[in-house]
């Protein structure tokens, strides 16, 4: 055994690497979420074929962690216009819902996305496609045409101070990435 294969030293972070978390930020600070009715949640769980005494997640089968939004809230770092609201979300484990991230259900479950549930190889995939479907299909759901909400001002400005603040994430990590040199040659000597 060599020692080196047992160490594994922390990865370096950037402060650029979190724009994507900072702009989901700014979406899921203007999503509304509704909250559900019992009745909801009821026929949810039906449409669904679920135990809700032994919750599992729609997706693959695992013990339910949280739910999940079949169509994405924020897509090429912009709002997609749906919400948090019983007909965009189903029962998921945190596996299915950190791999399918902002991709549509469908492409997500099929595809040799890691951890997807094709590439984890559940059983009985096509039945729980097949329930997904039949969910999506009696639960329509339409995006909101936010910016027509707002009126184009606010919206446009909104969305400016977020490129305003990568923008100076990007001078700070310039700065960072100097500062570091600056230690790192400090080291050497």
């Known amino acids: 055994m060599r020692y080196k294969d047992v160490f594994k030293a922390p990865k ?3 402060i650029t690497e979190i ?8 979406v899921s600070s203007i999503i509304p ?9 009821e ?3 039906k449409m669904l074929e679920l135990d809700p005494n032994n919750l599992c997640c729609a997706y693959c089968g695992n013990k339910v962690t949280e739910w999940d939004h079949l169509r994405p809230l924020v897509k090429d770092k912009k709002p ?3 919400i948090s609201e019983i007909r965009n979300l189903v029962p998921a484990c945190g596996k299915c819902n950190q791999s399918k991230g902002n991709k549509y259900w469908k492409d997500w479950i099929e595809s040799d996305a890691k ?22 299909k ?8 936010f910016k027509g909400i707002v009126g184009e001002e606010l919206w446009n400005a909104y969305w400016k101070n ?15 990435d100097k500062i570091k040199a600056l230690i790192q040659k400090n080291l050497k000597t």
């Open 12 to 14: 370096p972070m950037k």
């Open 19 to 26: 724009t994507s978390t900072i702009t989901k930020s700014f």
């Open 33 to 41: 979420s509704i909250e559900p009715t019992e009745q909801e949640i």
């Open 43 to 45: 026929e949810c769980l």
């Open 80 to 82: 997609t216009g749906y």
């Open 115 to 136: 951890l997807s549930p094709k590439t984890r190889q559940v059983k009985d995939l096509e039945k729980k496609i097949e329930r997904l479907e039949r969910y999506e």
């Open 138 to 145: 009696l639960r329509r759901v339409s995006p909101l045409d």
């Open 162 to 176: 977020c490129e305003k603040l990568h923008g100076k994430m990007k001078r700070y990590q310039r700065q960072a």
